[in-house]
């Protein structure tokens, strides 16, 4: 099973998806979480990124796909994987198909969170991530828009796509979640 959790900055992607890997027993891949991680390791890659991401503008595709490539052969996501926040460009939706096909599998489903606009500023500042002021939210949202939305636009050619109310409580969030997925509520 390889779902795509999609949906803007804000709309609590984040946090469904790690409700459904966790609740569900599936690999959660987190391409934000593994950019943070080897920035705070000071790692190569780290180095690489650290500005970009500080900035709220995307990583080059090629390395974000290595990291995905790299991931996906552990032995957690033998048996799937929830991707989160990525892919975030049509490139890094198209690698990803590539390389799912490479071992005969693809996508089952496309997961989109929606919430009002307004709401998702106010959520972002409340999270009080290191790229959470308001200025590189700004960014965010607007490279959200050029670049990640029309990654949707991508994914309803395959028929494939949920769309989910996200302006709501977790849990009830996660119950629309797993009913969009065709999943028992567990
Ligand atoms: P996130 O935790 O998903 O909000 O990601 C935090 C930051 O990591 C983003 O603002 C980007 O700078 C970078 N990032 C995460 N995922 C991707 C991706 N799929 N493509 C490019 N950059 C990414």
């Known amino acids: 099973m390889y779902i795509v959790f999609f949906g803007a ?3 609590g992607k984040g946090t469904q998806a790690q409700l459904v890997a966790s609740r569900n027993t599936i690999g959660h891949l987190s391409t934000g979480d593994e950019f943070r991680r080897n920035i705070r390791e000071g790692t190569g890659l780290g180095k690489q990124v650290q500005n970009i991401v500080e900035s709220g503008a ?3 595709d090629e390395l974000t796909t290595a990291i995905v490539r790299d991931a996906l052969a552990q032995e957690k996501f033998a048996n799937g994987c929830i991707f989160d926040g990525f892919p975030r460009t049509i490139q890094q939706a198209k690698d990803l198909d590539a390389i799912l096909a490479e071992s005969g599998s693809a996508i089952t489903c496309i997961v989109n969170i929606e919430v009002p606009e307004s709401e998702i500023v106010s959520r972002l500042l409340l999270r009080g991530r290191a790229d959470d002021n308001e ?3 700004r960014k965010r949202l607007a490279v ?3 670049e990640t939305a029309p990654v ?3 994914y309803y050619a395959t028929s494939k796509v949920v769309t989910v109310n996200g302006n ?3 849990e009830e969030v996660y119950d629309s979640v797993m009913a969009a997925l065709g999943l028992n509520v567990a």
Do not use: A, F, N, W
Request: charged share 15%; proline share 11%.
């Open 168 to 170: 709501s409580t977790m």
């Open 9 to 11: 900055p804000g709309v």
């Open 144 to 146: 959200y828009h050029d």
């Open 135 to 137: 200025e590189v939210i």
């Open 152 to 154: 949707i636009d991508y």
């Open 58 to 60: 995307l990583v080059p």
